[in-house]
């Protein structure tokens, strides 16, 4: 899932391709999530700031928070997805 917000368009129109590389690169598809409209599910997840990446379903896992570099991106997220294994 890839939590934005309307306040913090610039940065998440930046790193939006960024998530979709990586989510393209581990064959999976990117939710986008309006995180003024849907706070509980950023206290689920516990996005504290956008832009914020997360596996739809695992909040166990915790959002990934700030625009990282796409390789760091898809490191973070294949670790996280072999320890949910």
Wanted: net charge negative; charged share 25%; glycine share 8%.
């Amino acid at each position: 899932m890839f939590f934005k917000a309307q306040w913090a368009a610039g940065i998440c129109d930046i790193f939006r391709p960024t998530v979709q590389n990586v989510a393209d690169r581990l064959g999976m598809r990117v939710r986008e999530v309006e995180a003024d409209d849907w706070p509980e599910l950023c206290g689920e997840y516990g996005v504290m700031n956008i832009p914020a990446t997360a596996l739809d379903g695992r909040p166990d896992l915790r959002a990934i928070i700030g625009a990282l570099e796409e390789s760091k991106l898809f490191e973070v997220l294949m670790e996280r997805l072999l320890l949910s294994i």
